[in-house]
């Protein structure tokens, strides 16, 4: 049988999908943490020309390897200050990352429609959305490595489908996979990807290593080679830094964000609208007898189980590291959907679980238009005219899903789901940002504009820890300095000092009488409303204008 198709309607499908999933509105959602420290990077190698050394703020950055900085670095020459642009290449990581898995999953199960609805639950999963619109290391990381694990299935079974199995160029084709992967973020997917995904294949589907020692040997090689050499070069040339960076970056794993081995215990609430089938799929007994996609069953729910297992094991532990378990929660839900899709169960618990939850959707659907106008409308984030469109379609999608749900239609239920997040994507992102956004009126990056000020150097008081996302926004590096060394501050002016108290109760007397200062204004550089838990009060900041004594007071 060959796995060789022409594009079809379905791959087609899917790929608008993905478009709408990772780039229309893709600077709708606040700036991350975490994307402005990758973008800081990349304009710190254009500034310095350090491609080889990546800095951030100004101080070595080699505890992540560089490749996500430099596509930030070359995005950064083009498109200056151009969040959207950033994103860009992350959004075609999404599309990547959602079209390799699509392969697999095919490769996995050959019924016709599966790799469809596997691939339909995996982009209508928020954090696979959320990963492929905000810069991130993780999402080159994870999208190559899907890659390999798609080239992986082919060098290791091609030989049952295939009269001439193209052992050599898959191999080569993974191994290039993997040490991009490296490259961009270390072995992170290599231990919550690769390690249970061939731990589980191997044990379901022996692969036949006849002639696939010298291919697997040069997949090695080229692995190593591709991300190897980057650290050879700091190793040969900055031993020290690369030592303290590899010795920072293994405490931070062992001992930052330390949480209980249990912490992951509610993982499936991140596949979202799936939660409830992620859920159910857990009873294994009950599926492991009625399942007719057993063994991709029994191959993803292990996949699952391992992969669980190797991230408690670890001691630090963020929800968001749960995004590698994505793929293998997208097949287990595929097969119960492809499971309702083939015939209708004569149990009570089945039945409830599909009424509960096709009912559960068409009833959150009817009651979006409400939030719409609520939310949106009546916040003149947006018109009227569009919150119409919206609510038609939205009140459409829902009746569609409860017909679906009465007739007993699975694929109906799943199809509008996926509509309901198109929509979403294309005309409600974009307000909802909005709704959780913080104005942006008090940032620092208004410094910027100012023809005086905008040149000045900025310092930060140094016993106040310092957020990389003021260095993102003010444009340049933010250096440390202390308020009681006044030699340091009559050298340092003038200058721009951001201060999280009052800067007259911290600068001393002495200082006092050797410099000038003019207070410039409060500015608050969250991302969310005051309101919301993610606010932080080390981004609203005092900025100070710092003066020699012999300096005219500027208007």
Known sequence: MTLVRKYSSE?????????AAFFVNNSA????????K?????REIIADGQWLIPTMNGELRLDKPPLAAWVASFVESAYPRNLSAQRAPIALMGLMWAMFFYGVARYMERRKGFAEVATLVFITCYNVIYFGRVVSRDIYAYAFMMGALY??????????YFAIPHKWRWALLAGLMMGLSFLSNGSVALYSMLLPFVMVMTYYRRPDMTGRWLPLLALILVCLATFGWWYVYLFTYHQDAIRDAI???????????????????????????WAPFTLAALVVPYWNKRLSTKRVYKTSISWLAIGLVLLSLVPQKEMSDLITLAPPCALVVACLIYYYSERWPSDKWGKMLFYVNGYLIALILFALPFFVYIRMVNRDLMDLGTALFVSVFLFGIALFVAVSTSRKEMMGVARGVAALFFLTECFML?????????SREYSISSLLQNNVLGNLPLYYMKDEPLRMELVYEAGRPIR??????????????????LTQEDPASLISPSTMERIDTAFIGLYDDNSFP??????????????????????????
């Open 11 to 19: 791959t087609l499908v899917l790929i608008v999908l993905c478009l």
């Open 29 to 36: 959602l606040p700036s991350d943490p975490g994307e402005v």
């Open 38 to 42: 990758t973008i800081v990077t990349g």
């Open 151 to 160: 080239f992986l299935l082919r060098l290791f079974y091609d030989s049952r």
């Open 247 to 273: 010795s920072n970056e293994f405490r931070i794993w062992m001992g930052g964000h330390t949480r209980p081995w249990f912490y992951y215990w509610r993982f499936f609430s991140e596949m979202g609208i």
């Open 430 to 438: 974009a307000p909802i940002g909005g709704i959780f956004g913080n």
């Open 480 to 497: 440390p300095l202390d308020p009681n060394d006044a030699d340091a501050m009559e050298k340092a002016a003038p200058c721009l000092l």
């Open 530 to 555: 005051r309101h919301n838990k993610h606010y932080n009060p080390g981004l609203v900041n005092h900025v100070t204008l710092v003066k020699p004594k012999s300096t005219t007071p500027a208007e």
